[in-house]
């Protein structure tokens, strides 16, 4: 099976722009999750899709938003790209959301400029 | 929300040796990962613990969810060993997992 897949791997934006990256889940796989990491911050939450629906969010603005196609496919979208917002995104596939293994993918390098 | 806490922070070590990192938790877990992150960034799943232990290759991992903690174990360490590991838990949605900040480990040949 292929793992997890997000694109693009790297990026650059200036302040002030918006963003989409985009995660495959392993073929099967119905949950995605959403992590920043950052040196200062760490690995943080930042949402979760199951079926197309949000099942949880993490404590990030509103600028921050994501969705999940019916094919499990996720997509999240930073607007009004700020500095501090530079950072490794990371998604992470399971087959269920109540328990198992997360598969991560190689992660989006975003840097705000 | 609940609390992650690894030590050591870093951990330097010939290569060859054993290591033990250790994970705390501030309230009951139900679900319990380790993972290794390598230099570029990937983050790689070792086990899916939330409780007994489980062993893989010079690996293995012991949860002990009544008294909140688990441990790493890292046995005859090699170079490619390196790198940053993280533990991870949450409730009942695993899919909202908090991370630790995890141990950096650095094997020296």
């Known amino acids: 099976k292929a793992g997890v897949t997000q694109t693009p791997r790297y990026l650059i934006k200036t302040r002030g722009q918006q963003v989409t990256l985009s995660c495959s889940p392993i073929s099967g796989h119905r949950s995605v999750s959403w992590y920043q990491q950052t040196p200062g911050q760490g690995l943080q939450f930042l949402f979760e899709y199951f079926s197309e629906t949000q099942r949880n969010k993490g404590n990030f603005p509103g600028r921050f938003s994501g969705r999940q196609f019916s094919n499990s496919r996720s997509e999240m979208n930073v607007s009004t790209l700020e500095l501090g917002d530079s950072a490794l995104y990371l998604c992470?596939?399971?087959?269920?959301?109540?328990?198992?293994?997360?598969?991560f993918g190689p992660g989006t390098r975003l840097l705000v400029l | 929300g609940i609390q992650v806490e690894q030590s050591p922070p870093d951990l330097i070590l010939q290569e060859g040796a054993n290591s033990t990192l250790r994970c705390n938790f501030s309230?009951?877990?139900?679900?319990l990962q380790w993972f290794h992150q390598n230099p570029w960034g990937q983050l790689i799943n070792l086990f899916y613990?939330?409780?007994g232990t489980k062993q893989n290759g010079r690996l293995s991992a012991t949860t002990v969810a009544t008294e909140r903690y688990s441990l790493l174990y890292i046995s005859s360490s090699q170079t490619t060993d390196s790198g940053v590991y993280f533990c991870?838990?949450?409730?009942?949605?695993?899919?909202?997992?908090?991370f630790g900040d995890g141990t950096t480990l650095t094997v020296k040949p």
């Open positions: 613990i939330p409780s």
């Open positions: 991870a838990g949450g409730g009942t949605n695993a899919g909202k997992s908090t």
């Open positions: 992470a596939s399971s087959l269920e959301p109540q328990g198992g293994t997360q598969y």
């Open positions: 309230d009951s877990v139900n679900n």
